[in-house]
């Protein structure tokens, strides 16, 4: 992809931003970020404010007296709107209400009296950082922007956390450098005007999960009409995923209700047992206007193609770097036939199902219902009897829990039974992370267990939360790449209002063990034809991700031959160039060398910009 990145420049998803103060010194320190390409807004005074790289269509300005607001992503919100809110604006606080409101994905920036604030989304699709620079406190959308603005190196003890199968919140939410802040999803960060310091103020909180399912749907089917909505109302052209499944299907015929003319996508599967392309033109049968494009299987990249290749400019390791040439793949062609942007099904597994976990609190206030559900879910999920019975009588709290998950780095791989019921997957290490590897995790781990709140009470409503943002990680990576591609994609499951829709339903709505997705099926009726919500599974690319391990071997071998996790004492390269020739290996298949193929690659691409140092 490196000549579509050379050609492709910035274009819309590819939005970049730093923020600064309106002061004489952090005009000094922008001017640092300030490049050939880079465009600027300025303050009443002149001086620089935003800093950046953005299209015209994913930015909406206004000002009135000493407030300036800007809405960077995609929201439908026109200039005159933005400028009566500005005009009304007292007080930054006054922004929760605002941000909680609009429909879409994008990034909301505010000057008031001389302050800053600057928030992403509550799904983390979109996030913000900070630092001190020159005594200068800065915000931007990306953490490697003030990393290099820094001259620092990654730290090599959260690469060590980065590791972990998987990282546990809030482990994984941190910035890669030590001297860049993170600021969590749910909260927006406020830069005084004295320009050096900064608090987070939390802006968002889930919805309590009690709406009935009958009362919720139409609440549902509004938030993703208007999703959609958000990136079709301009017309043209717009591809949509089509495999079949319901959330791919649900976008596409909500995208043909629009006035953008639709090009659908469907890749089959190798598998002769995946249905996928079956499902997708019994849907298509019911689009007749929208054009149905069915791709080679066996052109499909396979997982870990191309591994060696990857130049994508990333602020943080990502899992999805094994399905980057997948996920590629298809775009140029799709920009081709006119489609200006690709429209996925992503993120409702996430939104649309939910964590068995709740049935952890429903069997102390319901515990008839519960246990019928639960006798459901064992004959599912093949949960033994006596793990089923342990998970259920585990009540530890979640310091706790992930106090004792630093002593069994080590151990086999939890039981699926207290995963799918507990405070979520329990972190493991490999054969192949060293012992020095190792010990920085666990502190990491002892730490965060020190002070560490869940993200809800509840142990479902938190491993719903935790899954979206673990989602919203690889997705705002795959959107970065896939707009240097030349074809911007959106996700509109992991909008903000469509989330908060589905965490309404009550949990014995969302997950049970006799319906599939009940919650999609219920808001799209009357949209999406009957004939195509009675699917019950989904494929599972099983195949592709075999066959990939075997027939790029050589290329996993390579990436070991001179493995910058290995310079830094994290990982046993002999090890991992063992395993790269036995790509059969027990456990391969379940994924366990993503977090260490992702942290190598994010290594090998930030090294063609700056060097790594030894820690």
């Excluded at 015209?56 to 809110?85: K, M, Q």
């Excluded at 030349?486 to 909008?495: E, Q, T, V």
Aim: glycine share 6%.
């Amino acid at each position: 992809m490196t000549e579509l990145h050379a050609r492709a420049g910035t274009g819309p998803g590819d939005a970049d931003f730093a923020v600064f103060t309106d002061r004489a010194d952090a005009a000094a320190v922008a001017r640092s970020f300030a490049r050939p390409t880079t465009r600027t807004l300025t303050h009443a005074s002149g001086r620089p404010w935003l800093v950046g790289n953005w299209h015209d269509d994913e930015i909406v300005t206004a000002s009135a007296g000493h407030t300036a607001l800007a809405v960077i992503g995609c929201c439908p919100l026109d200039a005159d709107e933005l400028r009566h809110r500005a005009a009304q604006l007292r007080d930054l606080a006054e922004l929760d209400a605002l941000a909680r409101t609009l429909h879409g994905s994008f990034h909301l920036v505010a000057t008031h009296e001389g302050r800053i604030r600057a928030q992403g989304t509550a799904s983390g699709l979109r996030l913000v950082f900070h630092a001190q620079i020159d005594g200068v406190r800065v915000t931007a959308s990306r953490a490697d922007t003030l990393a290099a603005a820094l001259g620092a190196d990654p730290d090599p003890e959260e690469l060590a956390v980065r590791l972990l199968w998987p990282a546990p919140h809030p482990l994984f939410e941190t910035s890669l450098w030590r001297a860049v802040t993170a600021v969590p999803p749910q909260d927006a960060v406020i830069v005084a005007a004295d320009g050096r310091t900064a608090r987070h103020t939390r802006w968002w909180t889930p919805p309590e999960p009690c709406e009935p399912l009958a009362t919720a749907a139409p609440a549902i089917r509004t938030a993703l009409e208007r999703a959609v909505g958000a990136r079709t109302r301009q017309g043209g052209t717009v591809s949509c995923d089509l495999s079949g499944g319901l959330d791919s299907t649900s976008v596409c015929f909500l995208a043909d209700r629009s006035p953008s003319h639709v090009v659908a996508s469907t890749w089959p599967g190798r598998d002769p047992a995946d249905t996928d392309l079956h499902w997708a033109e019994q849907a298509a049968r019911h689009l007749p206007d929208v054009e149905h494009v069915i791709w080679d299987a066996d052109a499909s990249p396979l997982v870990y193609e191309d591994l060696l290749g990857i130049d994508d400019l990333l602020d943080e390791p990502t899992i999805g770097v094994m399905d980057r040439s997948r996920v590629l793949h298809h775009l140029p062609a799709l920009a081709a036939r006119g489609s200006r942007l690709h429209l996925t099904g992503i993120g409702g597994d996430h939104v649309a199902w939910c964590s068995e976990a709740y049935y952890h609190q429903l069997l102390r206030t319901r515990p008839l219902f519960a246990l019928r559900q639960l006798r459901g879910f064992r004959a599912l999920w093949q949960w033994p009897l006596g793990g089923t019975a342990r998970a259920l009588t585990d009540t530890r709290p979640y310091g706790k829990w992930l106090a004792d998950a630093a002593t069994h780095l080590r151990d086999p791989a939890p039981a699926s039974v207290a995963t799918g019921l507990g405070w979520g997957m329990a972190p493991r290490l490999f054969d192949w992370v060293t012992p020095d590897a190792e010990r920085a995790a666990r502190q990491a781990l002892l730490r965060a267990a020190a002070t560490a709140t869940p993200l809800h009470a509840d142990r479902g409503l938190h491993s719903d939360l935790e899954q979206i943002r673990s989602c919203t990680r690889v997705i705002r990576q795959w959107d970065r790449m896939a707009a240097l591609a030349g074809l911007p994609m959106a996700s509109p499951f992991l909008d903000d209002r469509v989330i908060e829709a589905c965490l309404a339903v009550r949990p014995e709505d969302r997950v049970t063990p006799w319906r599939y997705k009940p919650v999609l099926s219920a808001a799209m009726r009357g949209i999406v034809p009957e004939a195509c919500l009675r699917r019950t599974n989904k494929a599972a690319a099983s195949m592709d991700a075999a066959n990939g391990l075997r027939e790029h071997r050589a290329d996993l071998l390579a990436l070991w031959e001179d493995s910058r996790l290995a310079e830094l004492g994290l990982v046993d390269a002999a090890r991992l160039r063992r395993l790269a020739q036995r790509p059969a290996s027990r456990g391969l298949a379940d994924a366990i060398l993503y977090s260490t193929i992702a942290a190598e690659v994010w290594l090998r691409s930030l090294a063609r910009r700056t060097p790594v140092a030894h820690p």
